[in-house]
């Protein structure tokens, strides 16, 4: 089992910052890949970035805007978010995928005012 728990969600005006963590527990040996999903309002839920050995891949909307990253001695990943735009709208969710099932956090949200 693992479980992940997200921070760093807010409310911040276009243009700005956030840095999003997730932090795990449990059996973090069996992740494979690391990464962070959003979901809009009325919207399904959509992958923004993962780490997995090193390499990293991102949505297209994101791309040069977020920068995702883990720290394996304080067992966590972050997402860094620059230049937000009030697309950028939604809960954010950390995921962790494993061989047998893929393990989620309940969320943080991010708001971008305009």
């Known amino acids: 089992q693992v479980q992940l728990v997200e921070s760093g969600g807010g409310l911040v005006q276009a243009g700005g910052s956030l840095r999003l963590s997730c932090a795990a527990s449990?059996?973090?040996?069996?992740?494979?890949?690391r990464g962070w999903y959003r979901q809009a309002p009325g919207k399904e839920r959509e992958l923004v970035a993962v780490?997995?050995?090193?390499?990293?891949a991102y949505a297209d909307s994101v791309k040069g805007r977020f920068t995702i990253s883990r720290d394996n001695a304080k067992r966590t990943w972050y997402l860094q978010m620059n230049s937000l735009k009030p697309e950028d709208t939604g809960a954010y969710y950390c995921?962790?995928?494993?061989?047998?099932?893929?393990?989620w956090g309940k969320g943080t949200l991010v708001t971008v005012s305009s």
């Open positions: 995921n962790a995928q494993t061989l047998r099932r893929d393990y």
């Open positions: 449990g059996n973090i040996f069996s992740i494979n890949a």
């Open positions: 780490i997995s050995s090193g390499d990293t």
